[in-house]
């Protein structure tokens, strides 16, 4: 594993070795010529051969890490920190491609202005931008790049972020490499509160009833579950219309049904 070495051996252990003979070049090199020289030694006897190597252009792909997974809150942005973008061929004066993709629906993906950083496309759901790796990491790392506006909906279901990342090609007219990443990013929903919409009541007679015309209570993320309701009138009694699926609790006692009151 070296670029000089001299051995001595009889005719067999020294084929035996060159047949297995392999040449790596240095990383990133290429281009004419590694000249493989070879001189064969026998009491004074040399024999000399010379092969020239020609080495070709690769262009690699460039490098993404990221974290395995994201966590936000449904009231809550996502700043995309911790991603570092990298290319080990990128030539002098070329920049990356970054595109974002979202699957989640109504999400918004969003950058902040950046030095050395230029948007090529933005839409619901995609981001697209160029710059130099270092002023890509630095918007990464300053949190300039925002996944918002993500419902939870499945909430068991990880949502997925596409990252790609592509070149401008490498020497010798190498095709563009692009290296793709999925990102996972779990919402974990918040309690929002309860709304209510009620009809002000109008002046009442004395010694009279009237109901309402309207008093509704919502609440976007209660589904089944219970609610807490307080009424309190200073002069006079309330008189539900139903009191079905519900159990009261009267000036700090314990919680009882209708039959208590």
């Not at 590694?34 to 000399?48: D, H, P, S, Y």
């Not at 395995?68 to 991603?83: N, V």
């Not at 999925?182 to 309860?194: R, S």
């Not at 089944?224 to 006079?236: H, N």
Request: aromatic share 6%; proline share 7%.
């Amino acid at each position: 594993n070296t670029n000089n070495v001299f051995f001595t051996g009889n005719l067999t252990g020294i084929n035996y070795a060159l047949a297995g003979l392999t040449y790596c070049p240095p990383s990133n090199w290429y281009g004419c010529c590694a000249n493989l020289q070879i001189t064969f030694m026998e009491f004074g006897v040399r024999l000399q051969q010379v092969l020239v190597i020609n080495v070709t252009a690769t262009n690699d792909p460039p490098i993404i890490t990221a974290p395995a997974m994201y966590t936000k809150r449904t009231d809550t942005d996502l700043k995309l920190q911790g991603i570092v973008v990298a290319d080990p061929d990128l030539l002098t004066g070329q920049i990356l491609t970054v595109v974002l993709l979202s699957n989640a629906q109504g999400a918004s993906l969003a950058i902040h202005r950046h030095s050395g950083v230029h948007v090529l496309l933005q839409r619901p759901g995609i981001l697209m931008f160029q710059g130099d790796p270092a002023s890509l990491n630095q918007a990464f790392e300053e949190g300039a790049i925002e996944y918002s506006n993500i419902n939870p909906s499945p909430l068991a279901k990880p949502y997925e972020l596409s990252l790609q990342v592509s070149d401008q090609g490498g020497p010798q007219d190498q095709p563009v490499a692009t290296t793709k990443r999925t990102l996972y990013v779990e919402v974990q929903p918040v309690n929002q509160g309860p709304d209510s919409q009620v009809t002000p009541l109008g002046p009442v007679d004395q010694d009279s009833e009237r109901q309402f015309l309207s008093m509704t209570v919502t609440d976007p993320d209660a589904g089944q579950g219970s609610l807490q309701v307080r009424i309190q009138v200073t002069y006079g009694k309330l008189t539900f219309a139903s009191t079905v699926g519900l159990s009261f609790e009267i000036a700090g006692s314990p919680a009882g049904n209708v039959d208590d009151l």
